[in-house]
């Protein structure tokens, strides 16, 4: 059995990175030896596994001896076998024995295998189309392991009318369905069609390694109770739910999805990729179309029809435990969050182009993005969304309609439960987001950058811009935000704009202005007139954070934005206190800050360009004298939602 030879080593200890393992085929005994790094979720560890626990030899084996197999002619409602261990009666095909059966021609019926608990057998495929109307066209009832092989050159059709009728004690509900170990490989392509149940079902381990797979399934495309591992194939999936799922509810270490390449094409009503324990990709390409894609989110105010506890998930990718992903292409359309773990998400390599009605990525415990990845999310309701999340590198541009960034407590309930459970308006201490490295663009109409915890930045760049309305921030925090290291140009609305704080160990500065049209021009320079900073932000705004390792106490700055023009001497490291009502509620923050950015000292105003402090009787920050807003969205609520 599969799960026999899986050799699984848990740890319990943070998610870690490791580099990218390519699938490459040995030509020894035990298939590939390099080692990937995988994660379970078995006890919240990682679990470590090498490619050989994975695929066997004889799982990449495409070859057949034609001379020494069995063969069976299909031919309408009779068949011809050249061995007494086929048997043929009343629709169906039987093979009772081990070894290697060459099948072509039509089948109106099944073809069974029911052989030995330890027989190993090979079905190969030679220009064959078997139609069962009441069930399974192929299906294995006993073995220890069979391999279905594409003929080079061939092409294969398998399919069900559209119901399933019992003939035994087991649920049979798909075209191709195993109730042992089973391989699909193969230099041919297979047609699968499902008017009922799903494509391809094993209750044990479901191993492809290649072949050409077009399924079409009322349910399904593939699934597999204790695992699929897949090292190669091009795959077209049209799917009423998943496009590839593996699950299994009687062991939490199993039903794990593990790709190390292979080219997919799946449209889906429900989740593109689907792993009930782990799920790790290290490679491939991906084009991904789950739920009707982005444009399917039904907008109910701030919430999305599809994040309701009782609906269809529709998600690109995702994981009920830890989720890795060290590299491949990504194009995603996804009515749900393109790549979501309930766990622990890690992204180490990889392109993305994202659009999704929900996040982009989401994790409900850590969200790590590291060098090597190139993200591009056109439309989201939030970006990148974890309890905590680490960017250590990679270049990410993202359009988000809530939060760019967000750290939040709880699980996947966008303006749901997550968002208003507990104290909607308290900092969280586990909460946090840190920036150490990579170049970062983001577009937010909430708040750009929003931690219920701390906010870190301490490497990489980052350009944001972030809401034109009063609602939200560039950056918001309910904990302490220090600078480091870096560059930050954090462009947005004045009345809730909140600075670094006094323990920043770069300098920052905070200044506000008339209000600015999109596209209008940033530029930080020094006293000799060096350009240090310039980025034109997309947005319209009247405030801006800007740090840069450049920047000096007792240095002497310009800083344009658009019309306006002011000149700023760094008496402190931290210039410019918060704004407004300091972070939209995030934790009762008056304006000044609460003390977490230091007020200019006296002479130190800005002194032209609408920069600097407010005139007499009007509100800090706020053009025009106007009141912070209290109430965008009718019914008396705050303006900004508490953040999830």
């Not at 009920?320 to 890690?346: K, P, R, Y």
């Not at 921030?473 to 290291?485: F, R």
């Not at 001497?569 to 009762?588: A, I, K």
Request: aromatic share 6%; charged share 15%.
């Amino acid at each position: 059995m599969y799960h026999h030879r899986l050799t699984a080593l848990l740890l319990v200890a943070a998610l870690v990175l490791s580099g990218c393992a390519g699938a490459s085929q040995d030509n020894g005994d035990e298939g590939s030896s390099s080692t990937a790094q995988v994660s379970s979720t078995a006890d919240g560890g990682t679990m470590t596994e090498s490619d050989s626990d994975l695929f066997t030899q004889q799982d990449y084996e495409t070859g057949y001896d034609e001379g020494s197999a069995a063969h069976i002619q299909l031919e309408g409602t009779s068949a011809q076998a050249d061995t007494d261990a086929v048997e043929i009666s009343d629709g169906t095909v039987t093979i009772t024995d081990e070894g290697t059966y060459l099948l072509s021609g039509n089948w109106e019926g099944m073809v069974l295998v029911d052989a030995d608990k330890d027989d190993q057998i090979q079905l190969v495929l030679d220009g064959v189309s078997i139609s069962n109307a009441s069930s399974a066209a192929l299906y294995v009832r006993q073995a220890d392991h069979v391999y279905v092989t594409t003929a080079a050159g061939t092409e294969n059709q398998l399919s069900n009318g559209g119901e399933y009728v019992a003939i035994d004690d087991n649920n049979i509900d798909a075209v191709l369905f195993s109730k042992d170990d089973l391989t699909l490989n193969g230099e041919g392509a297979l047609s699968i069609t499902a008017q009922a149940g799903h494509g391809v079902v094993s209750k044990d381990s479901l191993v492809i390694t290649s072949g050409i797979y077009d399924v079409t399934a009322a349910s399904h495309g593939f699934s597999g109770k204790d695992s699929i591992a897949i090292a190669g194939g091009t795959f077209t999936i049209q799917s009423g739910k998943d496009g590839i799922q593996a699950e299994n509810d009687e062991d939490a270490s199993l039903g794990f999805l593990h790709i190390l390449d292979g080219t997919f094409a799946i449209t889906a009503e429900g989740d593109g990729l689907s792993g009930g324990s782990y799920l790790q990709i290290e490679g491939g390409s991906y084009t991904l179309t789950t739920g009707g894609g982005s444009q399917a989110a039904v907008q109910e105010g701030p919430f999305t029809a599809s994040q309701t506890e009782d609906s269809v998930s529709t998600k690109g990718i995702k994981a009920a435990g830890d989720l890795t992903i060290q590299g491949g292409e990504f194009v995603i359309n996804s009515a749900d969050d393109a790549v979501h773990s309930n766990a622990n998400l890690l992204v180490s390599g990889g392109t993305f182009e994202i659009a999704t009605g929900d996040d982009g990525f989401h994790a409900d415990t850590n969200v790590t993005i590291s060098d090597g990845c190139t993200i591009d999310i056109t439309e989201s309701y939030e970006g990148i969304e974890g309890l905590t999340v680490d960017i250590t590198g990679g270049q990410i541009t993202l359009v988000s309609s809530d939060d760019g960034l967000n750290a939040a407590g709880g699980n996947d309930q966008s303006g749901m439960g997550g968002r208003w459970g507990g104290d909607p308006f308290g900092a969280d201490a586990d909460a946090y987001i840190h920036i150490s490295g990579g170049i970062l663009y983001l577009d937010a109409s909430g708040d750009g950058i929003d931690s219920n915890g701390d906010l870190t930045v301490s490497g990489g760049e980052l350009y944001l811009s972030g809401p034109d309305n009063g609602g939200n921030g560039a950056l918001d925090y309910g904990g302490e935000a220090v600078v480091t290291g870096g560059t930050v140009i954090a462009a947005g609305a004045s009345q809730m704009a909140q600075n670094f704080g006094a323990d920043s160990t770069q300098g920052v500065m905070l200044v506000t202005f008339d209000r600015q049209e999109a596209g209008s021009t940033v530029t930080l320079t020094d006293e000799s007139g060096q350009e240090l900073l310039s980025w034109a932000p997309g947005k319209a705004f009247d405030s801006v954070v800007i740090s840069c390792p450049e920047l000096e106490v007792g240095g002497t700055y310009t800083v344009t934005a658009g019309t306006a023009e002011t000149t700023i001497t760094l008496d402190s490291l931290v210039y410019g206190s918060n704004r407004g009502m300091g972070g939209g509620f995030g934790g009762g923050r008056g304006p000044g800050g609460g003390g977490r950015g230091a007020l200019p000292e006296d002479g130190q105003q800005p002194s032209d360009g609408g920069f600097g402090a407010p005139p007499d009787g009007q509100q800090p920050g706020v053009p025009g004298g106007e009141e912070p807003p209290t109430d965008l969205n009718g019914g008396g609520q705050p303006a900004e939602m508490p953040a999830q």
